[in-house]
């Protein structure tokens, strides 16, 4: 290393000092940074190893047409493991069905998508929040022990109409969701 202190005056113990400092903090420094390189590489590699393990798509053209989201489909399925899976659909400006019914203490499954923009799905005093990506299935579990009524505003800006843009969820309790799914294929609370 070149000695920059002026010819005439020997370096100082000051100055060995403050260089070794300076040394110090510029290894951290690049250790740092190697540090967060190798983060970056692994979270890559990590992640291309092993992608999101559901990915689902659903082509948003043909939604209503075939498949898990036509009309008929959507809403609450009693399963025969005595789980639930609900259904529903985004689109500019609601939620299909606009009233989600779900039994209380049971194992749920979300599954839902949007049939144009990006549209949010949260469900008010949970930490369910999901976002529904057009030509994605977004899928959640989930269980509600006390039958209520929760909110679910969508919470991803998508038009105009964006803010009148709210479903609702109804938890009853699992007996009456029982006896309701024995004589209905798709449940929901749309009146
Ligand atoms: Cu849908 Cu905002």
Redesign the pocket.
Same mark, same amino acid.
Do not use: P, R
């Given at each position: 290393m070149t000695d920059t202190t002026p010819l005439s005056s020997p370096p100082d113990a000051a100055a060995e000092r403050a260089e070794r400092v300076e040394h110090r903090w510029a290894t951290a420094a690049v250790a740092i940074l190697v540090l967060f390189v190798a983060l970056a590489t692994f979270a890559a590699l990590h992640l291309a190893a092993m992608p999101q393990s559901r990915v689902e798509t659903a082509d948003p053209i043909t939604l209503h047409l075939d498949g898990e989201f036509i009309d008929s489909n959507l809403g609450s399925a009693l399963e025969p493991d005595g789980s639930v899976i609900v259904r529903g659909i *985004?689109q500019?400006?609601s939620f299909t069905p606009s009233c989600m019914l779900i039994p209380n203490d049971t194992p749920i499954t979300f599954r839902a998508t949007s049939a144009d923009?990006v549209?949010?799905f949260l469900i008010t005093g949970t930490n369910i929040n999901l976002m529904l990506v057009p030509g994605y299935i977004s899928s959640l579990n989930a269980r509600f022990e006390t039958p209520g009524e929760r909110l679910m505003p969508?919470?991803?800006?998508? *038009?105009v109409g964006?803010e009148g843009?709210w479903g609702r969820i109804k938890i009853v309790d699992k007996a009456v969701f029982a006896r309701l799914a024995a004589s209905r294929r798709r449940l929901s609370c749309v009146e």
């Open positions: *985004g500019q400006y923009v549209h949010g969508c919470h991803e800006f998508c *038009g964006h843009m």
